[in-house]
C-alpha cells in the first residue's frame, strides 16, 4: 500500500505562483513507475494536469505547457508541481496521483487563483 501526502496549495491572484508537493510512503514505493497531478474543478470533470514517469519523461495538459513543471525527487520519493502564471481557471482541487502494482490518490488540495 502507498500512501500519498500532498502539500501546498492555497489562495494566490492571478499571475502568481504556487508549488505543490506529493510525498510517497510506503514499502512498495520501489513499485511505482510514474507519478503526477490531475484536478477537478467544480462542475467539471477531473484532468490530468502533468505526468513524470521513472526514465524522467513529462507529459503536460495544452492548457499548462509553458506554466507548469512537475519534477520529481527519487531520493525523497518526492513530486513536485510548480505552477506559474496561474490563471483564474486553473482554480480546483489538485490530486496527486501514483501507478504502481495499482492506482494511489492523495487527498486533495485547494488552488484558488483569484482575478
Known amino acids: 500500500q502507498v500512501q500519498l501526502v500532498e502539500s501546498g496549495g492555497g489562495l494566490v491572484q492571478a499571475g502568481g505562483s504556487l508549488r505543490l508537493s506529493c510525498a510517497a510512503t510506503?514499502?512498495?514505493?520501489?513499485?511505482?513507475?510514474?507519478m503526477g497531478w490531475y484536478r477537478q474543478a467544480p462542475g467539471k470533470q477531473r484532468e490530468l494536469v502533468a505526468t513524470?514517469?521513472?526514465?524522467?519523461?513529462?507529459d503536460y495538459a495544452d492548457s499548462v505547457k509553458g506554466r507548469f513543471t512537475i519534477a520529481r525527487d527519487n531520493a525523497k520519493d518526492t513530486v513536485y508541481l510548480q505552477m506559474d502564471s496561474l490563471k483564474p481557471e486553473d482554480t480546483a482541487v489538485y490530486y496527486c496521483?501514483?501507478?504502481?502494482?495499482?492506482?494511489?490518490w492523495g487527498q486533495g488540495t485547494q488552488v484558488t487563483v483569484s482575478s
Open positions: 513524470v514517469r521513472n526514465g524522467g519523461s513529462t
Open positions: 510506503s514499502r512498495s514505493v520501489f513499485s511505482i513507475n510514474r
Open positions: 496521483y501514483a501507478i504502481g502494482s495499482t492506482w494511489y
